[in-house]
């Protein structure tokens, strides 16, 4: 299953769930993807895909300001599920393909 398209993320945080947008392009074998949460998207950068596994890192405007997220998941079928980390420690975080 191809992680590209339009995902809607639900982050576990000690402040109450947020909510993102996570937006993958694939062209010719290479991926791009953008990370909308409180703000305007950010690109991703660092971006790496194993099959139905990536990973990644964002700057993201957070409840308690702008920070740096890095992300890991897999993807099964229309669902995304991993962890991100923060300079506070590492959450939960679960997406639907929309």
């Known amino acids: 299953m191809s992680i590209a398209g339009k995902w809607n993320l639900t982050l576990n945080s000690p402040l109450g769930d947020q909510n993102a947008t996570l937006d ?3 062209s010719a ?4 993807a953008t990370l909308a ?3 305007d998207p950010n690109p991703v950068e660092d971006l ?3 099959g139905s596994k990536l990973a ?3 700057d993201s405007d957070t409840p308690v300001g702008r920070m740096r997220l890095g992300f890991e998941g897999e993807v099964t079928g229309d669902a995304l599920n ?3 980390s923060t300079p506070f420690g590492a959450f939960k975080f679960s ?3 929309a």
């Not at 074998?29 to 791009?32: P, S």
């Open 95 to 97: 997406g639907t393909r």
């Open 48 to 50: 790496k895909v194993d």
């Open 29 to 32: 074998g290479a991926y791009q």
């Open 82 to 84: 991993g962890t991100y």
């Open 24 to 26: 993958v392009s694939e």
């Open 56 to 58: 990644f890192a964002a």
């Open 37 to 39: 949460g409180r703000g």
